[in-house]
């Protein structure tokens, strides 16, 4: 059952993410207006001969801190420093440089029809579950409907949320969510960027935003925007975050990646598992 009004924080709440001052975010500007067909194409034709060198395998990955960060134009967060580790720990030639960004539909996509490619931290619902082989869970993420405070927001299900403007990552787990409880597709506003559908929900563009909770938390405090200003007016559901790979990877491959994550969750002598330490640098306290 949706559940209306959760603060993103709250006045006794620790945010639990590192509140020191970093460089921006790498900041992608949509503005050209080019259609999604024209620029998969130039795209793929980009990225395909490098899908040959290196690594065992390439991996796309789009904005969603905490679990994946571009910065500098090098990859980080939860779902990169978990994958290249456990890649590592299954055999695999794996580095960051085989990490290298793609917006989401773009991602989705190429690694939907091209071998040896992953797409990191992708919710497996119900609907995708036969289009990609997958490694996980890595994360859960909770989903909902974020808004100001200052709008006084009152949305108990989906039908009221379609008399507001709906912000929405194209192919995005929340935006399909919306769709299946009926939200007609033209009535959102579709970005390719994270930051950008944050910062335009920021200057009232738009009255809602269809995201991850934690997502959205981190992705306020590094662009200067104070989440004790906005609350989920609307919950959708918690998703767990998997590896996405290509539909015909071998069988072997993904049981050995799958046993790697298995390990790597495993306590340790000290009580603490490898994976809890690769979370705790982006949440604090740990999770």
Not at 81 to 100: H, N, P, Q, S, W
Not at 205 to 214: C, G
């Amino acid at each position: 059952m949706p559940q209306a009004g959760v603060p993103l924080f709250s006045s006794h709440y620790n945010p639990r993410f590192p509140l020191a001052k970093k460089k921006p975010l790498l900041i992608r500007s949509s503005m050209h207006h080019r259609s999604n067909i024209t620029m998969g194409i130039l795209l793929f034709i980009l990225i395909l001969p490098s899908l040959s060198t290196a690594g065992d395998f390439k991996a796309f990955i789009t904005q969603l801190p905490p679990i994946k960060i571009i910065q500098d134009d090098k990859a980080s967060g939860i779902a990169s420093d978990v994958l290249i580790r456990i890649m590592e720990k299954a055999g695999f030639a794996f580095t960051i440089d085989d990490i290298v960004f793609a917006p989401w539909q773009e991602s989705y996509d190429i690694t939907r029809t091209t071998p040896k490619t992953i797409c990191l931290g992708m919710a497996r619902t119900e609907s995708r579950i036969a289009e990609f082989k997958w490694v996980g869970p890595i994360y859960t993420a909770k989903l909902g409907l974020i808004a100001s405070k200052k709008l006084h927001i009152p949305i108990k299900n989906f039908q009221e949320a379609t008399s507001f403007r709906i912000g929405t990552i194209k192919g995005s787990a929340p935006e399909k969510i919306l769709v299946q409880e009926g939200v007609p597709l033209e009535n959102l506003t579709r970005f390719d960027h994270n930051d950008e559908a944050i910062r335009m929900l920021h200057s009232g563009q738009i009255d809602l935003l269809a995201f991850p909770k934690s997502s959205a938390l981190y992705g306020m405090l590094q662009i200067g925007i104070d989440p004790n200003d906005y609350e989920m007016v609307l919950e959708f559901r918690d998703v767990d975050m998997y590896y996405a790979f290509y539909p015909l990877t071998d069988d072997i491959e993904i049981l050995k990646i799958q046993t790697a994550l298995d390990d790597l969750k495993k306590n340790g002598p000290n009580g603490i598992s490898e994976y809890h330490e690769i979370i705790s640098k982006y949440f604090r306290p740990s999770i």
